[in-house]
């Protein structure tokens, strides 16, 4: 015989799930109506968040770099990313020193909240640059293309839409926001400010100037932008020549600046007896760490002045 308990048991889920199904099939449709109207709710703040950046551009160093890494309308999610990083990497920091150097927990949680924030940032930074390299090698073969449609006859605004629809990607992308913002209804003129401080580089500051100079003044648009890209293409060419000569340079500031670390981290595989004393003392171990910083600024230093901006 089965258990009293156990007959309890049972017979209390039977019906709790049969008031369950009933209650379920009696909101059933109220539930897939919510569910829809949410979804589109969802989509139509997505769409609305998508609108936004074409009108007011973020402001702000994190709006700054995520705008020239073509990622603002991720502005929520990359600043959450920001702060879950400094927060993991103070966590971070914080544990390892708790279990190898206890008495520097706190400065351990400091370092790794910058590291972690500062990490992130790198990160973002290093997109937006790539991404900058990529619109600056784009650029000459894009004001070519608008030289030819200013030549054929068409407005400026022609021309923004010709790139918007031809130009490769990631430079076709500026030109069609640029675009939307026109047809939102915002000025011509902070569009173009807009998009200079998004693509920066001199050449399209000086694309900018030129097509307010000839709104003002009058003038031949398209010859001024065809000598614009034709400097591009000769900075290019000077560029790589400097680039040729400096790499000599760069490669003897790279070994320099590593040969530290390189001659410390041998010594500690082969004698760890000389180098183990040193780390077990508190102090020395704050002052391994400035010397650790001390030579990385350094390095930057180094590889700073083996870099020319052309």
């Not at 309308?73 to 927060?87: E, G, P």
């Not at 010859?223 to 680039?243: G, Q, T």
């Amino acid at each position: 015989m089965m258990p009293i308990n156990v007959m309890v048991f049972v017979g209390c889920m039977t019906i709790g799930l049969i008031i369950f199904a009933m209650t379920r099939s009696q909101w059933s449709d109220e539930l897939t109506r919510l569910n829809k109207h949410t979804k589109r709710m969802s989509d139509k703040n997505a769409e609305n968040a998508e609108v936004s950046i074409f009108v007011t551009q973020k402001v702000g160093y994190l709006g700054k770099v995520l705008s020239q890494a073509g990622m603002e309308a991720k502005y929520d999610q990359m600043r959450m990313n920001w702060i879950v990083s400094a927060v993991g990497g103070i966590v971070l920091g914080a544990a390892i020193c708790m279990f190898s150097m206890p008495e520097l927990v706190i400065l351990g949680g400091i370092l790794g909240g910058l590291i972690g924030a500062g990490g992130f940032v790198f990160y973002l930074q290093g997109l937006a640059k790539g991404r900058q390299d990529k619109m600056t090698e784009q650029l000459p073969q894009s004001l070519e293309t608008m030289v030819s449609s200013l030549r054929a006859g068409s407005p400026i605004m022609e021309a923004f839409k010709v790139l918007a629809e031809t130009a490769p990607d990631p430079i076709k992308s500026e030109f069609k926001r640029g675009l939307v913002s026109l047809q939102l209804g915002k000025p011509f003129r902070d569009v173009m400010g807009e998009m200079a401080d998004r693509i920066r580089t001199p050449d399209f500051k000086l694309l900018t100037q030129a097509i307010f100079i000839s709104q003002d003044v009058g003038g031949n648009l398209a010859d001024v932008v065809a000598v614009i890209a034709e400097a591009i293409r000769e900075r290019f060419k000077l560029r790589d020549f400097l680039n040729a000569l400096t790499a000599q340079g760069k490669a003897t500031a790279m070994f320099i600046g590593c040969l530290p670390y390189g001659i410390t981290l041998m010594t500690y595989l082969a004698t760890p007896g000389y180098i183990v004393p040193f780390l077990n003392h508190p102090i020395a171990r704050i002052v391994m760490i400035a010397l650790v910083l001390w030579e990385a600024l350094g390095f930057w230093i180094l590889m700073k002045l083996t870099t020319f901006e052309v």
